[in-house]
Every structure is written in C-alpha cells, then in structure tokens.
C-alpha cells in the first residue's frame, strides 16, 4: 500500500559536482517570511479579498437528476467546441497557480463522467510542485469507486461527496435514478485508502429539505461517531427547476436545536476565516460536522472562490450573473480553434522559439498563450466583484439558472421562460400570414409584442458583422490611445473586452431576442486615422436565429467604452453609422451592405 503514500521528490547532487553547481541551501522560514512575495494583484478584489482558491466545471454532463439541482426534463448541453478541452483546462489552472491560487477543487456536472477526468487531474496535481497545494473534487460517488485509486495518485486530496440520504429508496426517489450501493462503495473506498496513508479529506454534503430528508440529520450525525468524516448540512438555496419555497427551508438554527436536543454537548470548532461551513463537534466522535448557510447567514465578506465554468467563463461570484470568457481569449493563439493536444505542441514550439529569440518578441513570455490579456481581464472581473450575492439582495428573490447549469452561460437558462413568451397570436400570424405583406416580426395581429417562434426553423451557421465609428473633435485621444497614454488604461483592449461580453448579454438587455449559444465573437479596432476609431465587430454561432442584434451590441458597446474611457480628453466626440455590413446564414442566404 506504499503507493498511497504521498510521494515527495528527492535530489540527489554527484560527488564531483563544482562549487558553482551546488544546490542552494533551504531558505529558513524567516528569510521565506522576509521575502514573500505580495499576494497577486490580479486576485485581489476592491474589498482586499484574496482569492486563492479556484472551482473548475469540467463537464455539463451528470449522471443523476436531483430534484434540487435541476429540472426533471433535464438541461440543454453546449456543444463539445463550446468546452474547455483538456489542455485549456490545464493552461488555465496553471496561470491561476502562477498568481498565488493554491487549491483547485474540479466539479461539473459531475466530474468522474468525464472520460479524461483522471489524466486531466494528473496535469493539475503536477501543479503541485509550483505552489499548489490542494487538489479536491466535488462528486455523487456514483463512479468515483472506479477510479478513486488513479485519483489518488494523481494528487487528490480531498473528496466533497453529495449525500441527501442514507435510505436507498428515498436516494432513488431524490435523484430519480438508482445507485445508493455505488455511492457507499466510493465512501468506503475513500476510507480505507485513508487508513492506508491516502491523505484524503471527506466531506460528504447533504442538502436538507423539510418534509424530505430533515428527519435524517440525526442519522448522519451519527455517521460521525467512528468515521473520520465531516457531514455538512446545507441549507436549500433557491436554483430555477428546483420549486424553491421558504417552507421547504430547515434553517442553520433549527439544526443545531435538533442536534443540541440528542447531543447536548455539541460544541463549536474554531474554523479558518475562508470557510463555507461553520463547523461543530460532538465530543468523543471521531467525525466533525458542518453548516453551510447561504440563505440565513451569508460568508460572502470572507470569499476566496472564483469559478471557471465548463464552457471558459470567469464567475466571481456563485449567483452572480456576470461573466467573462477566457475561452474565447486562450483560442486567440489558434485561429479561434479549440486547443488539442495537437495544438498546444505547436504552440509550445512557438513559446520556445521566442524564448530563443527567434520568433515575434512583442508579447511578454507566458506560460500560456495570450497570458497577458487574460491576467488583465480577469484583473478586471474580480475588481468588480461585489460585497456579497452580487450585490443583490436576498437570494430567494433573485433569479438564478438551474444548479446543474451554474457553470453555463445565463442566456441557456433563459431559453424556456422565452418558449413561455411566445403570443401565441402572434405564432397563428406569423404560420398564416402572407409573407410578401411587410410587417413587424416582432409585433402579433393583434398589436402585442412577442418573440418571433424559431421552433420549427433548421439549425445553420449563421454569421454577422456590424460596424460604427467614434468621432473625435481633436487628434489629442487618437494619439493617447496609440500612445497607451490614457489614466484608464488600454482603451483598446478594455473596448475589445467590453463589446465581447455585450455580445454574450444581449438577451438580457434586448428584450425580444432570443438566447443563442455563441460559438465566437470578434471585435476589431482600427486607430490608424487622425480623429476616427473603426469599430468592426463579427459574430458567429450554429443556430436557428441570427446574430444580427448581437453583432450590433458589440461595436455599440465597444465604442461607448472608447467613448467613456477618453470623454476626459474630448468631449466633442460622437459615435456615428452603427449599422450591419454583413449578415450570412439561415432562409434569406448572404446579405452585404453596399
């Protein structure tokens, strides 16, 4: 069993070895302390929050269908190019490991569905040696026995396993599928490797419904008792699918009077001040238990969490709506294509060319491509995090996606309230009415608006391309901006950056216009003239609709950016022409303005 041993590395120094060769001795933990370096600025928000502990979704995909974490009916799944691949994944870890991020915990979906879940996490543990120093994974169990070994080797260091019962006809009527005895296979697997020196963590998480599962808190407070296991109760927290209520909440209060009831002497435990999870004890038993309580007290003023979602989105925040891609910025370096195995050996023979001097030197050296520009944007998307819950108010009156989706992009979890819109009217006229007639598509007979129905409309690649240009009154900003002079910063970049997301969010700000899976946003940026900017944005995605509106939210966006980023230097600017040039894809065919 000297496998599951932690392995350590050893040098070994050769007798003849010079004095020029020999290996420095071990810094002691004063100097270590005197000549830290800063935490990094990139992962430091407004509120000095640190944030060195980053969550990845690797997977959409799950293989139960709990009644809290999603709709019956399922979810919609991006399309496999929307997702990291598993060199991107490894990239990005390793840039967030490089700032100062020292525990990575992978999640999904449900990660161990994932068919390269276990040398994916290979690349990651191999972190470990540049400063990470935990490796975990948020799971259900219900594979995790197969491939807990591999795991192990490859660094895990800590397992949170979702657990609503320890009855196994309500687990099948909680997650509607079968599958209790597989779980508790991977929990005692875990276990054992435990004895035999594996040095896991388990946590097993147990979301507490009243009516449900509230009568098995004492239950799994006994598992405590000779297990070396933390149980964490959390408290039901409002996802769309999952018919949240106030009635179906049992509080952080009402389980400690619960468990206080049975066990008087239950006992606070002093925790770190990033935990989630306040943490108690009954003396003698082996085990810890835990409350995670996001509805009644939120731990939001000590949150060190970011979240890279399955298809490349930074989250700050777990229910807040803002996101930026770093997918989209990583692919830049492949012509906007995935990155493959493949793909990233030839982007390392071109890292290690400009090392040796002899390719383009005009972008700093990375340990990723584009490293630079995705440092900077994710700078800015912590920078904007806010004090707690986005900076809404309380969680049960704000909208939120499906839990299984947490990682997806807002627009999918907008796609049935949209069905839901339709006028029905409107869907009579628009089947009926004749189509030389012209109308407003998004006006029905009977005068209401509705959105236009694509139901029965075929799946094609559909591209736009719109266009507008800021008008300056001088040459003073054209020549700050080339000059990268401006107090804001990198008018270009922070432009290019803007008009990227507002391609992502148009839904949310146009009304009627359906949510689409985006499949590649470009905007360009042409300074070259005296007083003019050109501002050229293109947007591409696989669908039944077009991508005109968010092609024209993107060169908007991006010029009112320029425009408020410079307005300090010139306040004769104007923005002018914002218009389409170029449509393509779908019923009408191609379509360029003359």
């Known amino acids: 069993m000297q496998r599951w041993l ?32 800063p935490f990094s600025d990139f992962l430091t928000d407004t509120f000095q929050r ?48 490089s700032q100062g991020v020292s525990k990575i915990r992978l999640t999904g979906g449900e990660p161990t569905v994932r ?13 470990q040696r540049h400063g990470l120093k935990e490796l975990c994974i948020t799971t259900n169990g219900l594979s995790l026995h197969r491939k807990l070994d591999s795991m192990v080797e490859a660094g895990l260091t800590g397992v949170n396993l979702s657990l609503d019962t320890l009855d196994p006809w309500q687990f099948q009527i909680m997650t509607r599928r079968k599958g209790f005895d597989a779980v508790q296979k991977s929990i005692d697997r875990i276990l054992e490797l435990k004895k035999h020196g594996a040095g896991i963590k388990l946590k097993i998480n147990c979301v507490v419904m009243r009516g449900v599962n509230d009568r098995e808190i004492l239950p799994f407070v006994e598992l405590t008792r000779e297990k070396d296991i933390e149980v964490r109760f959390i408290e039901y927290m409002p996802f769309d699918g999952n018919k949240w209520s106030e009635g179906k909440m049992f509080s952080y209060g009402e389980m400690v009077d619960l468990i206080k009831a049975k066990h008087p002497s239950l006992q606070k435990v002093q925790g770190h001040r990033n935990d989630t999870s306040k943490t108690w004890h009954v003396p003698g038993f082996a085990g810890r238990i835990g409350f995670i309580t996001s509805m009644t007290h939120n731990f939001c003023g000590t949150c060190n969490r970011l979240r890279i979602t399955s298809d490349g989105n930074l989250k700050v925040c777990l229910f807040g709506n803002a996101e930026v891609s770093l997918r ?15 793909a990233l050996e030839a982007l390392k023979q071109v890292e290690m060319d400009r090392r040796r001097g002899l390719g383009a030197s005009d972008q700093p050296l990375g340990m990723a491509p584009n490293e630079a520009e995705l440092l900077k944007v994710i700078g800015m998307a ?32 907008l796609f049935s309230t949209s069905r839901a819109l339709l006028d029905k009217t409107g869907k009579k006229a628009e089947q009926d009415g004749d189509s030389k007639q012209p109308r407003l598509t998004h006006v029905s007979a009977s005068g209401s608006a509705h959105m236009v129905s694509i ?5 094609t690649s559909r591209i736009a391309t719109a266009a507008c240009s800021v008008h300056f009154s001088n040459e003073t900003a054209v020549k700050l901006i080339r ?14 950056v803007a008009g990227i997301m507002a ?87 191609r379509w360029e303005a003359e």
Do not use: W
């Open 503 to 589: 391609a992502k969010r148009t839904p949310e700000l146009i009304p009627l216009c359906h949510p689409i899976a985006i499949s590649h946003v470009g905007v360009e940026l042409d300074a070259s003239a005296d007083k003019v900017i050109q501002v050229r944005a293109t947007v591409t995605c696989d669908g039944k609709t077009g991508v005109e509106m968010e092609a024209l939210t993107a060169a908007s966006t991006a010029a009112l950016t320029i425009y408020d980023m410079c307005k300090a230097v010139d306040k004769g600017m104007r923005i002018e022409g914002l218009r389409v040039v170029l449509k393509d894809g779908g019923k009408s065919g």
């Open 382 to 413: 912590v920078k904007n995090k806010k004090a707690k819950h986005a900076g809404m108010g309380t969680l049960e009156h704000m909208k939120n996606r499906p839990m299984i989706l947490i990682g997806l992009v807002q627009r999918r979890q």
């Open 6 to 37: 932690r392995y350590q590395s050893i040098s070994t120094v050769p007798s003849s070895i010079t004095d020029s060769q020999k290996i420095a001795p071990t810094p002691s933990r004063h100097d270590r302390i005197r000549n830290a370096k």
């Open 50 to 97: 640190e944030h060195d502990y980053l969550r990845i979704s690797v997977t959409e995909r799950c293989n139960l269908r709990c009644v809290y974490c999603m709709p019956e009916e399922g979810v919609p799944l991006s399309p496999n190019r929307d997702l990291l691949t598993t060199p991107e994944i490894a990239l990005l870890a390793s840039i967030f490991v």
């Open 455 to 459: 139901s029965e409309k075929t799946s």
């Open 115 to 127: 068919r390269d879940i276990v040398p994916l996490m290979h690349q990651i543990g191999a972190l």
């Open 483 to 496: 000059d990268n002079q401006m107090k804001k910063g990198d008018v270009l970049g922070v432009a290019r």
């Open 328 to 342: 989209d910025i990583l692919r830049k370096s492949n012509a906007g294509e995935p990155i493959d195995e493949q």
